[in-house]
């Protein structure tokens, strides 16, 4: 009992039963069926593999213009930061007193930086960039962060294949992790 | 004085506001030092042998305000504001903690925490999404949801950054620890939604999405979907407020507050979290060795000492010291405090009811002889986990891992009687 407690978040054992269960309790004919046309425009999480990224481009040049209409405002010309939070930089620095943790430096799956952006920036008018202008200046920041070339353009395949420099930066959690603070009862 | 009772042509007293202006000022300062000195007899004007004169005019009119408003002298009890941010979109406030008893929050001032604003949602028109890998994807309206069987839990809410831990100057309970509130929540539980639509074999996570202008998603494990989750609907007997997530929210119990993700529009059931940047980029607790922790759902053990607390100011002699506690994992089984820096500990009285999930009062009374001091609570949950002092906390975790701070908090006393952070060098 304590140690199920103390080591809360296992995944593995009695998920399909627990899915049995929940299935089991009556139905009760509430709602109405969504069609595919309703579920596919609302369906907007991107997977870390990029599975789901929609069809469509844009080019490191594109998005240079964009940022710098759309974002540079907060961002920083070349994503420096500002009222927003820094895109750029610091690689090679998580270790460090002072770490910097940014899309170059911390994110671990490039087609999080799509999902991100479309729907929650710009800040002051979330989901106003289409498809092709999210692909743009998703290119222009992992360009500006050295993972693609200056002539890229990105889309689905290409910006699922950018290999992110953190990507294996994650652990799970292995708390209680505090030394001497689990007492007997 | 309130504009109903102008509109409704009851008695308006010049007396009255007259009064309304002198109480104020003996208030504040009463407030301010508690050591307003006795006064000489009969020169309080609505002390003995004086009738007050609150007593010789019929007050306000009955229903003139018709959604009830605290006290006029109660105007400094307000959410805990952070001044001068480059934007509010994105930001927090704080519930003033110090200022509250017992174990509920009203929901005026529950704490905010939004990523996108609040947004103002007719509940008519919102609609909850339920796909993936179900059986039957749904469209559910507020009305349907409002059908399915209900419940009411009291549980806490804490933001994970709660404070950072390069965040422990703060002069206030609130500036401390204000990113926790506790509420009773109603709604349904989110194993009934989830069977409605009938669960596939293979669903192991349901994303939740927020119909905010952040859009803001987490990846929920489908172990807590199925075991204590809700979908909640109300706040405190009230509807949610817009702040806490209006008309729907998830509430997942003891986990970090930003899962319980608010305005809810979508679940979407899978095999894999979706690892959106609210649970890479931020809400991961960056390590010494430059790795970062990911799904760090549940917050331990915690209590901090309310009363006395920063910028009080307390009188020799007899003392409640009053604070509460709260476990992500269950119910708390015990709070000690120590009126002596940490030498010795006394177990406190709980107050009942001692909820799993739901903050926990605790007292002790304590005699204060004038000696400089600082006062500290520990709570221990019913797994037998002991809240942690900053020093064991940040020796393991260093001082960059933002969230899940759940040190044990110190209050300096001076020789005066002032109260203030012990983590500030005096």
């Keep these: 009992m304590a140690s199920s407690k103390l080591r809360p978040f296992v995944l593995a054992a009695g998920l399909a039963a627990a899915a049995a269960a929940a299935n089991a309790s009556p139905r009760y004919g509430i709602g109405r069926p969504a069609t595919q046309p309703e579920i596919a425009a609302w369906d907007i999480d991107i997977d870390r593999d990029g599975r789901k990224l929609p069809a469509g481009q844009g080019s490191v040049a594109q998005g240079q213009i964009l940022f710098a209409s759309q974002c540079a405002s907060c961002h920083g010309a070349k994503g420096e930061g500002g009222t927003g939070e820094r895109l750029v930089g610091g690689q090679g620095s998580l270790a460090s007193g002072k770490p910097i943790k940014t899309v170059g430096s911390f994110w671990p799956y490039a087609p999080t930086l799509f999902d991100y952006i479309r729907r929650a920036m710009p800040l002051n008018a979330p989901q106003s960039l289409d498809t092709d202008a999210v692909y743009a200046v998703s290119a222009y920041i992992l360009h500006l962060n050295g993972l693609v070339p200056g002539d890229a353009v990105i889309d689905a395949a290409s910006l699922a294949a950018v290999r992110m420099p953190n990507r294996d930066g994650f652990v799970s959690d292995p708390r209680p992790d505090v030394p001497g603070e689990v007492r007997p009862r | ?57 019929p007050g306000a009119d009955v229903g003139s305000e018709p959604y009830g408003t605290p006290s006029p002298f109660e105007k400094q009890v307000v959410r805990n504001i952070p001044k001068g941010l480059p934007q509010y979109i994105s930001a927090s406030s704080r519930t003033p903690l110090q200022e509250l008893d017992g174990i509920i929050t009203p929901n005026g001032l529950f704490y905010e925490r939004h990523h996108g604003g609040i947004p103002e949602i007719d509940p008519g028109q919102h609609r909850l999404m339920v796909h993936g890998l179900v059986e039957t994807p749904l469209i559910l309206t507020m009305a349907d949801i409002r059908r399915f069987p209900s419940e009411s839990r009291i549980h806490f809410i804490e933001c994970s950054g709660n404070p950072g831990f390069e965040a422990m100057s703060g002069r206030t309970a609130s500036d401390l620890v204000g990113l926790v509130s506790c509420a009773e929540w109603t709604g349904v539980p989110l194993k009934t939604v989830l069977a409605e639509a009938g669960l596939r074999p293979e669903a192991k996570w349901v994303v939740a999405e927020g119909a905010d202008a952040a859009a803001l998603t987490r990846s929920i494990p489908i172990d807590k979907c199925l075991d204590d989750a809700m979908l909640v609907y109300s706040q405190n007997g009230e509807r949610l407020r817009p702040q806490q997530g209006y008309p729907l929210r998830v509430l997942l ?41 990911q799904f760090t759902f549940y917050m331990e053990a915690k209590s901090i000492i309310t009363r006395p607390s920063g910028t009080q100011r307390i009188d020799r002699g007899y003392n409640e010291i009053t604070g509460i506690a709260w476990s992500g994992h269950g119910r708390i089984t015990q709070v000690e405090v120590s009126v002596n820096d940490g030498r010795t500990w006394t177990v406190a009285q709980l107050q009942a009811p001692v909820l799993t999930r739901a903050l926990t009062r605790f007292r002790l009374p304590w005699t204060w002889d004038g000696t400089p001091t600082a006062i500290l609570s520990r709570a221990t949950d019913e797994t037998g986990y002991v809240q942690p002092d900053f020093k064991a906390l940040t020796q393991v975790r260093g001082m960059k891992s933002f969230y899940h701070n759940n040190a044990i908090i110190p209050w300096r006393i001076a020789e005066s009687g002032a109260v203030s952070n012990g983590f500030v060098k005096a």
């Design chain 2, 1 to 57: 004085m309130s504009k109903g009772r102008r509109d409704g042509g009851g008695l308006e007293s010049p007396q009255r506001r007259h009064l309304l202006g002198r109480g104020a000022a003996l208030v504040g300062g009463a407030v301010v030092s508690g050591t307003v000195a006795a006064q000489e007899a009969g020169s309080e004007p609505n002390g003995p042998p004086n009738i007050p004169d609150w007593m010789k005019v």
């Design chain 2, 253 to 293: 119990p003891g986990f970090e507050g930003n899962m319980n993700v608010k305005w809810l529009r979508r679940l979407n059931v899978t095999a894999e979290p979706a690892h959106s940047r609210e649970e890479t980029s931020k809400y991961t607790d960056s390590m010494p060795d430059g790795t970062a922790r």
